[in-house]
C-alpha cells in the first residue's frame, strides 16, 4: 500500500474536525484555568489521531462490505474496490491502530483519572458504531447527531480535563461552559455530515442507507446547513460576552464573508466532487480562525 493510498484510506483531509477542537480545548483551558499539562496533551493528541484515522479505515471497511451497488459503488467508488487492497490488511490495520490508540488513552486514564475512562469510552462507542453492525449510525439519521456532538464537543472537553483535571469541577455550569465554547466546531462538524449526505442522497439511497437528508428532503437539507452556519456564529460571538473566551476571538468574523461566499456555492449546486469542499472550507476557516484569534490572546494571559 502506497502512502497516497494509506492517507487516502484514513482520509487525511478531514482530520481538521478532530486537531482544531484539540486546539480550542488548550487554549480554554489556559485562558480559564491557567492549566496546560504538555506531555498528556501530546499523548493524547496522539491516541485521538490515530484513533480518527482507524475510524476511517472502518468506514471504508464496513462501506464495501455492506455496499449493495457492487459494480459502481463498490468496486469503482471505495478505494478498498477501486486500488485493489487487501481486506486482510485493512482489517488488521484497523484493529492494531485501535488497540494502540486504546493502550495510551487507558495510560492516560491512570494519571489523570477515571472520567477520561468514561468519555473515552463514549467516543470508542460511537466511532465504531458509526460504520458498523446491522444499522450503522452513518446509514441513519442520527449521523449529524453524533458525529458533531464527538468530536466537536467531547475532543475539547477531554482536552479540558486533561489540562485541568486536579482542579476541573463536574457541574452544569463547567459543562455549559464548555457546551458553549464548543458549538461552532460541534455545529460545522454535523454540517461537514450534512454536506457530505446531501451530495450522497442518491446513491444512499441506492445503498439502503437513509440518512437525515432522506426524511427532510434536499431542499429542507439545505435550509438546516444554513441555520447550522449562523448558530455556529451566534455561538462564537456568546462565548466573548460571557467571558469564557477573549475579545480577541471576536476578530474571527473577519472571515465571515468567506463562510456565507461558501454557504451560498453550497445551495448553489450540491456535487461531491465541486461542492462538498464548500463544507471542508467552512469548518476548517471557521474552526481555524477561533483558535487562532484565542492564541493571540495567549501571551496576555
Same mark, same amino acid.
Given at each position: 500500500m502506497?502512502? =497516497?493510498v494509506?492517507?487516502?484510506?484514513?482520509? /487525511?483531509k478531514a482530520?481538521?474536525a478532530?486537531?482544531?477542537?484539540?486546539?480550542?480545548g488548550?487554549c480554554? *483551558?489556559?485562558?480559564?484555568?491557567?492549566? /496546560?499539562?504538555?506531555?498528556l496533551?501530546l499523548?493524547?493528541?496522539?491516541?485521538?489521531?490515530?484513533f480518527?484515522m482507524? !475510524?476511517?479505515?472502518?468506514?471504508?471497511?464496513?462501506d464495501?462490505?455492506?455496499?449493495?451497488?457492487?459494480d459502481?459503488? =463498490?468496486e469503482k467508488t471505495?478505494?478498498i474496490?477501486?486500488?485493489?487492497l *487487501?481486506?486482510?490488511?485493512v482489517?488488521?490495520?484497523m484493529?492494531g491502530?485501535?488497540?494502540?490508540s486504546?493502550?495510551?488513552?487507558?495510560?492516560?486514564?491512570?494519571? !489523570?483519572?477515571?472520567?477520561?475512562?468514561?468519555m473515552?469510552?463514549v467516543?470508542?462507542?460511537?466511532?465504531?458504531?458509526?460504520?458498523?453492525?446491522?444499522?450503522?449510525? *452513518?446509514s441513519?439519521?442520527?449521523?449529524?447527531l453524533?458525529s458533531?456532538?464527538?468530536?466537536?464537543?467531547?475532543?475539547?472537553l477531554?482536552c479540558?480535563y486533561i489540562?485541568?483535571?486536579? !482542579?476541573?469541577t463536574?457541574?452544569?455550569?463547567?459543562?455549559g461552559q464548555v457546551?458553549l /465554547?464548543s458549538?461552532?466546531?460541534t455545529?460545522?462538524?454535523?454540517?461537514l455530515m450534512?454536506?457530505n449526505?446531501i451530495?450522497?442522497l442518491?446513491?444512499?439511497?441506492?445503498?439502503? =442507507?437513509?440518512?437525515?437528508v432522506h426524511?427532510?428532503?434536499k431542499?429542507?437539507?439545505?435550509?438546516f446547513?444554513g441555520i447550522?452556519?449562523?448558530a455556529a456564529?451566534i455561538?462564537?460571538?456568546?462565548?466573548?460576552?460571557?467571558?469564557?473566551?477573549?475579545?480577541? !476571538?471576536?476578530?474571527?468574523?473577519?472571515a465571515?464573508?468567506v463562510?456565507?461566499?461558501?454557504v451560498?456555492l453550497?445551495?448553489?449546486?450540491?456535487?461531491?466532487?465541486?461542492?462538498?469542499?464548500?463544507?471542508?472550507? /467552512?469548518?476548517?476557516?471557521?474552526?481555524?480562525s477561533?483558535a487562532?484569534s484565542?492564541?493571540?490572546?495567549?501571551p496576555?494571559v
Amino acid at each position: 500500500m502506497s502512502l =497516497r493510498v494509506f492517507l487516502e484510506l484514513v482520509e /487525511i483531509k478531514a482530520k481538521t474536525a478532530s486537531v482544531l477542537p484539540f486546539i480550542l480545548g488548550a487554549c480554554y *483551558s489556559w485562558y480559564n484555568y491557567h492549566s /496546560i499539562h504538555p506531555g498528556l496533551l501530546l499523548l493524547f493528541f496522539i491516541a485521538m489521531f490515530i484513533f480518527n484515522m482507524s !475510524v476511517d479505515i472502518m468506514d471504508n471497511y464496513n462501506d464495501y462490505h455492506h455496499a449493495i451497488d457492487t459494480d459502481n459503488y =463498490r468496486e469503482k467508488t471505495n478505494i478498498i474496490g477501486r486500488e485493489n487492497l *487487501s481486506l486482510q490488511l485493512v482489517f488488521g490495520l484497523m484493529c492494531g491502530m485501535i488497540a494502540l490508540s486504546a493502550l495510551i488513552g487507558i495510560g492516560i486514564s491512570a494519571i !489523570v483519572g477515571w472520567p477520561l475512562l468514561v468519555m473515552g469510552v463514549v467516543c470508542y462507542f460511537v466511532g465504531i458504531f458509526y460504520s458498523s453492525g446491522p444499522k450503522p449510525l *452513518s446509514s441513519l439519521p442520527l449521523g449529524e447527531l453524533f458525529s458533531g456532538p464527538t468530536m466537536g464537543f467531547m475532543i475539547t472537553l477531554i482536552c479540558i480535563y486533561i489540562n485541568t483535571y486536579q !482542579v476541573f469541577t463536574w457541574n452544569w455550569t463547567s459543562l455549559g461552559q464548555v457546551v458553549l /465554547i464548543s458549538l461552532p466546531n460541534t455545529l460545522w462538524i454535523s454540517n461537514l455530515m450534512l454536506a457530505n449526505n446531501i451530495c450522497d442522497l442518491a446513491e444512499d439511497e441506492s445503498n439502503q =442507507r437513509y440518512t437525515l437528508v432522506h426524511y427532510l428532503g434536499k431542499e429542507r437539507a439545505l435550509h438546516f446547513f444554513g441555520i447550522m452556519n449562523l448558530a455556529a456564529i451566534i455561538g462564537l460571538i456568546a462565548a466573548v460576552f460571557v467571558g469564557i473566551a477573549p475579545w480577541t !476571538v471576536l476578530l474571527s468574523l473577519l472571515a465571515l464573508p468567506v463562510i456565507i461566499k461558501q454557504v451560498r456555492l453550497f445551495w448553489q449546486k450540491q456535487v461531491k466532487k465541486e461542492t462538498f469542499s464548500c463544507a471542508i472550507k /467552512i469548518l476548517a476557516i471557521g474552526a481555524a480562525s477561533q483558535a487562532l484569534s484565542y492564541l493571540i490572546y495567549m501571551p496576555f494571559v
